[in-house]
């Protein structure tokens, strides 16, 4: 061996490795759960059972191991939630011994707080209990699961999102963010919403999935169910309004690319049973899930800008 050739292998082994992707988004994602600790009082992680609220967890616990997850779980329950899902939120909290807090839509319906739309759609309705649950327990900084591949509005939102007294979203009162510095100041009464998963899009989620063997609601695979077909979408038949007229209940192989209020959550045809046959059908979608599968995010354009203006996720 050369003098030369022993110097190339010695700069070589010393050199710094480069990190993949998705160790990058993994970094980056503690870095932010460990800022927010230290920088907030009561945060909050919002918790549906969702793959991106499950990948939070998960890198929460990462984050803080081998003490336990310090933050609190909201969900806010629709009342027309999967099954499925609901009974996975549970088993994942019993076994981390995790604090759950449940706002109820219900609830909410029954007070007069809200009421009850004519399409049965109940995802809207989430954000009087979702803002009056972080008023009651003064939550300071919310923890979602948005990422901005998934819609136009959150593509726009910030890391750090302020939210004012109303917990109502203004996209004039962005802050910029420079690197990994963020901004956390707030005035008493307004909070912060936090998106670790930001930079994420679906694809690097489901190879993380993988990567951790993170498990998810059986729902995420392809099984038999109960669908009908309204502009274009599987919705699951229901007491909030379908099938009507003439729409027929079929049994269809189906999956979700994301889970939420099984009003207006649609499914996707899919052969799907494993982490690995989603990502190879991920890869190759050209429509973001919210897109593919929420039917009240094609009201309009700024559907969903609207409803984060009014404090939504």
């Not at 503690?30 to 945060?43: D, K, L, N, S, T």
Request: proline share 5%; aromatic share 8%.
């Amino acid at each position: 061996m050369t003098t030369e050739t022993t110097v190339t292998d010695a700069r070589a082994a010393t050199a710094p490795r480069r990190l993949t992707q998705l160790e990058t988004l993994e970094a980056e994602a503690i870095h932010i759960f460990r800022e927010v600790a230290g920088e907030f009082e009561r945060p909050v992680v919002l918790f549906s059972g969702g793959k991106d609220s499950v990948v939070m967890l998960h890198l929460a616990r990462k984050a803080f191991w081998p003490a336990p997850v310090p933050f609190t779980l909201l969900h806010v329950d629709t009342g027309h939630n999967f099954p499925e899902v609901i009974d996975y939120r549970d088993a994942v909290v019993a076994e981390h011994r995790l604090r759950l807090v449940v706002a109820s839509v219900q609830d909410a319906i029954d007070a007069g707080a809200v009421r009850e739309r004519p399409d049965g759609s109940r995802n809207a309705l989430q954000t009087v209990p979702l803002l009056d649950a972080i008023t009651t327990h003064r939550f300071d900084a919310v923890f979602g699961g948005g990422r901005r591949d998934e819609e136009k509005a959150r593509a726009k939102e910030r890391v750090f999102s302020l939210r004012d007294e109303l917990g109502q979203w203004d996209p004039r009162r962005q802050r910029p963010e420079l690197w990994d510095l963020y901004n956390g100041r707030h005035s008493p009464g307004e909070h912060v919403r936090v998106f670790p998963l930001s930079n994420w899009t679906e694809l690097d989620v489901w190879r993380y999935i993988e990567r951790e063997g993170i498990d998810l609601p059986t729902i995420y695979y392809a099984h038999e169910r109960h669908v009908f077909l309204r502009d274009g979408m599987w919705l699951a038949p229901g007491d909030w309004g379908g099938p009507r007229g003439t729409e027929t209940v079929e049994r269809r192989t189906v999956r979700y690319r994301t889970v939420g209020d099984m009003s207006c959550t649609g499914a996707v045809e899919s052969r799907a049973l494993t982490v690995d046959d989603v990502i190879v059908e991920v890869a190759a979608s050209r429509l973001t899930e919210r897109g593919a599968t929420r039917a009240d995010d094609r009201a309009s354009e700024a559907a969903m800008e609207d409803r984060k203006r009014e404090g939504y996720f």
